[in-house]
């Protein structure tokens, strides 16, 4: 077991988990929803810390982000654990062990050989994904930490439940996050998620205001739950008010998982009306995720429309991006460049 961060001692030997928005109060000997945090005698441990259980050489765009070092490597890491319980999870092999087999897996890893692993792999940056990367902060933050000083990025893949303590300790370090904004309803979070929406809302408004932390936001469009208009405007005009116009929002395919198999796979026509709509509310940079030979994958100038970037799938053609700048018109274009 490992000290965990962000806690505070109650009566009773009781303690407040203040990592994620659920803010767990939890007995002795018991764990919190996220099921890796243990109260052991009113100390807080992570069991997750050294578990490695999934690694991999990714391309930056597969997190998705489309405007932080696009064409880069990403060294991506996981470990089990989620304080979510989607239906529809693609990753819920590792991402629900803890709950669904009652084990935490994995191969113990130090953080600086994490490091070394991700610079002899020529990557740029190190990923904390496939799991919800906030229920292990703890390795993520001694990773980055390191990663940093070896001239690495680093990146969430979250579903943007932390409290904005635990954004505030990461943003000493984290670079670039990919939020996961799964619909615009409470309904949606508490049927399908098992969470809520609120803090969510809360979290994106906050990392877009009072961090330099570069954000893109995803959302994957399940058919008959979360793809009606009025929705996906709501949506979309949160992202423009709270977040800003020249956050990318991908809006990304649906296909049948884990325990949600009842819906089919997200209809193309379904995918390229909610580009529309989020171009229709003033959004700058839109795309269509797990589509292939969409031209929504790639990134035009908004004032211009030349092509900038062009992606096939995670491959990338073109680029028409000078220090930041559309190459045909000078318009700034918003993101993390080479």
């Not at 928005?21 to 919190?32: L, P």
């Not at 008959?224 to 991908?250: M, T």
Request: net charge neutral.
């Amino acid at each position: 077991m490992h000290p965990a961060i962000l806690w505070q001692k109650l009566e009773n030997n009781r303690i407040r988990c203040n990592l994620c928005s659920w803010q767990c109060v939890v007995a002795d000997g018991k764990t919190g929803k996220c099921a890796v945090r243990q109260n052991v005698g009113g100390e807080f441990f992570s069991l997750n810390y050294d578990k490695i259980c999934a690694a991999a050489d990714d391309p930056v765009e597969k997190k998705p982000l489309f405007h932080f070092l696009p064409g880069s490597r990403s060294f991506s890491i996981a470990c089990p654990g989620c304080n979510f319980r989607c239906d529809f999870c693609q990753n819920w092999q590792i991402s629900q062990m803890a709950v669904d087999a009652g084990r935490i897996d994995g191969q113990k890893y130090e953080p600086d050989k994490i490091v070394q692993a991700a610079v002899a792999a020529r990557c740029e940056s190190i990923s904390y994904t496939y799991t919800e990367p906030t229920v292990f902060m703890e390795l993520a933050a001694d990773c980055g930490k390191i990663a940093g000083k070896a001239g690495l990025k680093n990146i969430f893949v979250s579903n943007g439940y932390m409290t904005t303590e635990a954004v505030d300790f990461a943003a000493e370090w984290l670079d670039a996050i990919n939020v996961d904004l799964k619909a615009f309803t409470e309904e949606y979070y508490s049927r399908l998620c098992k969470a809520k929406l609120a803090p969510v809302l809360k979290t994106l408004e906050y990392i877009a205001k009072h961090t330099n932390i570069w954000l893109e936001i995803t959302t994957l469009l399940v058919p008959g739950q979360n793809d009606s208009y009025e929705e996906l405007e709501r949506l979309a005009g949160f992202i423009v008010e709270k977040c800003g116009a020249n956050v990318p929002w991908h809006v990304s395919r649906f296909h049948p998982q884990y325990k949600f198999t009842a819906a089919p796979a997200t209809p193309a026509e379904s995918l390229k009306a909610a580009y529309e709509i989020g171009k229709k509310a003033g959004l700058h940079y839109v795309y269509i995720g797990n589509l292939p030979g969409c031209d929504a994958q790639s990134t035009y100038c908004r004032n211009c429309g030349h092509l900038l970037i062009e992606r096939t799938g995670y491959f990338l053609g073109q680029n028409n991006i000078i220090n930041g700048k559309c190459a045909t018109c000078g318009q700034f274009i918003a993101g993390v460049w080479k």
